[in-house]
């Protein structure tokens, strides 16, 4: 784990998805994705519509780092 040189842990923000947090789909029941990230400021939920599968997490953890300005 890297620190900072004060006791803060260079990098808080990382995404974690939770056990369970990620369910394929079956024919009866739609994919399901939960990610959050490691500071708890920041979760994303989606699931799979007619239209398509669940969207992609990637860019909005992205803009989340920006706004933390850890990007
Ligand atoms: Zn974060």
């Not at 620190?3 to 056990?19: M, T």
């Not at 947090?21 to 024919?27: A, C, H, I, K, N």
Request: hydrophobic share 35%.
């Amino acid at each position: 784990m890297a620190f900072d040189g004060f006791g803060a842990r260079i990098n808080d923000h990382y995404p974690i998805i939770p056990k369970g947090g990620y369910f394929p789909g079956t024919l009866e029941e739609p994919a399901e994705i939960t990610v959050y990230c490691s500071c708890g400021e920041w979760e994303f939920f989606s699931q799979a519509s007619a239209g398509g599968g669940v969207q992609e997490w990637g860019p909005d953890f992205e803009a989340h780092l920006i706004e933390e300005d850890y990007a």
